[in-house]
T-cell receptor, first 115, second 116 residues
Framework: DPKIIQKPKYLVAVTGSEKILICEQY?????MYWYRQSAKKPLEFMFS???????DNQTASSRFQPQSSKKNHLDLQITALKPDDSATYFC??????????????FGAGTRLSVL | AQKVTQTQTSISVMEKTTVTMDCVYE???????LFWYKQTASGEIVFLIR??????ENATVGHYSLNFQKPKSSIGLIITATQIEDSAVYFC?????????????FGKGTHLHVLP
């Protein structure tokens, strides 16, 4: 069973609309992340959270807003969608302790297409 | 500023041979973590192997091993006895300590083609 669940797997949106990408992890990790992958910029870091607190934000646009309702959830809300937002969005998690500390584990991704 | 560079965009090798993929990194931190990931054709991103900067011994996991050359800021991935299913895109990544601890940055990837 996948330990990091991303929903939906595919998403088609119209320009100007708003969508929420869902991520839940069942690895017991304290930290969660969002990455974006497109042909232009492979695996680009967006956000990181630890214990539901924002740790780093490399996304210039405020149209991208992470939302953490629980420790193992980190959703990504995207507003005023643009065709340039088309990409695959990966959620990842890691833990701050133990031998496996700092290693990222990834979900399967959500492929977003904005028309 | 931290940076990870993979200069090989694509490599083709014959099955059962050994391949090395290069990666150089830049960091001001004395403590950092280096990783290699594999992205399969289905898009799945899988963690392969890691090297902590303070460890002198090169990491080995299965048929993956690392060539860590700290003075050269280099972390090469070596795959021995390659198999067709090793065909994928391989990403090198780095995580620093300190204020950048929650940002793992990736190189652009190397596409490995293993030929029968």
């Amino acid at each position: 069973d996948p330990k990091i669940i991303q929903k939906p797997k595919y998403l088609v949106a119209v320009t100007g609309s708003e969508k929420i990408l869902i991520c839940e992890q069942y690895l017991g990790h304290n930290a969660m992340y969002w990455y974006r992958q497109s042909a232009k910029k492979p695996l680009e870091f967006m956000f990181s959270y630890s214990y539901q607190k924002l740790m780093d934000n490399q996304t210039a646009s405020s149209r991208f807003q992470p939302q953490s309702s629980k420790k193992n959830h980190l959703d990504l809300q995207i507003t005023a969608l643009k065709p340039d937002d088309s990409a695959t969005y990966f959620c990842a998690s890691s833990q701050d302790w133990g031998e496996d500390q700092n290693t990222l584990y990834f979900g399967a991704g959500t492929r977003l297409s904005v028309l | 500023a931290q940076k990870v560079t993979q200069t090989q965009t694509s490599i083709s090798v014959m099955e059962k041979t050994t391949v090395t993929m290069d990666c150089v990194y830049e960091t001001q931190d004395s403590s950092y973590f280096l990783f290699w990931y594999k992205q399969t054709a289905s898009g799945e991103i899988v963690f392969l192997i890691r090297q902590d900067s303070y460890k002198k011994e090169n990491a080995t996991v299965g048929h993956y091993s690392l060539n860590f050359q700290k003075p050269k800021s280099s972390i090469g991935l070596i795959i021995t006895a390659t198999q067709i299913e090793d065909s994928a895109v391989y990403f090198c990544a780095m995580r620093e300590g300190g204020p950048n601890a929650y940002k793992v940055i990736f190189g652009k990837g190397t596409h490995l083609h293993v030929l029968p």
